[in-house]
């Protein structure tokens, strides 16, 4: 069974950076692509950056530039360093991988960006 548990998050001002992370088990972690996906209140949950289990990223338009999604296969271990954050950037997070036909998501973190 596959388990993800992340951490990170918090509450800053504008500009400032964090950094999330989710750690994964019960699958062969290297072998798969993962994303980060973020939903605010009110709004649906969108995607925010993938990285496949070669490496290759993609973040939408918003977060191009000031997030970066990397992953430690050693670690089994996902990141989302999120630089210049702002005010809509607000919402809860979540870690997903799809896995043998199921998507698992990881609890979600809140990350609230305000002065």
């Known amino acids: 069974q596959v388990h993800i548990v992340q951490s990170g998050g918090g509450s800053v001002q504008p500009g400032a950076s964090l950094r999330l992370s989710c750690a994964v088990s019960g699958m062969n972690f290297r072998l798969f692509p993962l994303d980060w996906y973020r939903q605010a209140p009110g709004s649906q949950r969108e995607p925010v950056a993938r990285?496949?289990?070669?490496?290759?990223?993609n973040y939408t338009e918003s977060v191009k530039d000031r997030f970066t999604i990397s992953r430690d296969n050693v670690r089994t271990t996902l990141f989302l360093q999120m630089n210049s954050l702002k005010p809509e950037d607000s919402a809860r997070y979540y870690c997903h991988t799809r896995y043998r036909g199921r998507d698992f998501w990881g609890q979600g973190t809140q990350v609230t960006v305000s002065s």
């Open positions: 990285i496949t289990s070669t490496g290759a990223t």
